[in-house]
């Protein structure tokens, strides 16, 4: 199984509202990211999760909270967006977080903030 | 910074045809590999090469790359409709073993 799957697919919330995005994968890998994806960009790297620690963190605002529950999950909570992180998000996960692991990425979550 | 740069932005051709890509980048690399994104989705992985190899080949795809000009190229050969997609280089970013440095990608539409 060379999945990672994402939910929900898409998701509208307004500025007030709390969501989360849930990403899981059953490959026994240990590192787990979330990228954010703008239309017509390449994606950027948000957060870095390795052996369910958060290792990195690329100076994203607050309102972006993620979570590593277990070596399969992995969590964004969102809360008090701007209509500007309107965005894909992907997630990926790679056997380890060295750069010779390839990483295999979900379908992304579309959101759309109002 | 390392992001990279594809050449050509987009690039049309007809089904059969051979599709070329290029991609250039500015700082030293460990690896660089080549991704596709289909309509806005997730990213599949194409194809990893190593700095110290010049050239790999799995299946239709043949990938260069030249260190001492910094840059590589993917080639498509006869291409299918399914082969529409953004293609994306993506160096491994230098001080972090981690790093995934997306270049713009190059969207390519392969008509029937």
């Known amino acids: 199984d060379t999945e990672v799957t994402q939910t929900p697919k898409h998701l509208v919330m307004g500025m007030t509202n709390k969501k989360s995005l849930k990403c899981e994968q059953h490959?026994?890998?240990?590192?787990m990211y979330w990228y954010k994806q703008k239309a017509k960009k390449p994606p950027e790297l948000m957060f870095v999760?390795?052996?369910?620690?958060?290792?990195i963190n690329e100076s994203v605002p607050s309102r972006f909270s993620p979570e590593c529950p277990n070596s399969s999950l992995l969590n964004l909570h969102l809360h008090a967006l701007q209509p500007e992180d309107s965005a894909l998000y992907l997630c990926?996960?790679?056997?380890?977080?060295?750069?010779?692991?390839?990483?295999?990425f979900g379908p992304g979550t579309r959101l759309t903030v109002l | 910074s390392q992001q990279g740069e594809e050449d050509p932005q987009a690039l049309s051709i007809q089904e059969g045809e051979n599709a070329t890509m290029n991609c250039s980048y500015k700082?030293?690399?460990?690896?660089l590999q080549w991704y596709r994104q289909n309509s806005g989705r997730g990213l599949v992985h194409l194809i990893l090469?190593?700095?110290?190899?010049r050239e790999k080949h799995s299946g239709r795809l043949r990938v260069t790359l030249d260190t001492s000009k910094k840059s590589s190229s993917l080639l498509i050969t006869a291409s299918r409709a399914a082969d529409t997609a953004s293609y994306f280089c993506?160096?491994?970013?230098?001080?972090?073993?981690?790093?995934?440095?997306f270049g713009k990608g190059t969207l390519l539409t392969v008509n029937p």
């Open positions: 990926a996960s790679s056997l380890l977080a060295l750069s010779t692991d390839t990483q295999y």
């Open positions: 490959m026994g890998h240990r590192a």
């Open positions: 999760y390795s052996y369910e620690k958060l290792s």
């Open positions: 700082t030293s690399i460990n690896n």
């Open positions: 090469i190593r700095s110290n190899e």
């Open positions: 993506v160096m491994n970013s230098g001080g972090s073993n981690y790093k995934l440095t």
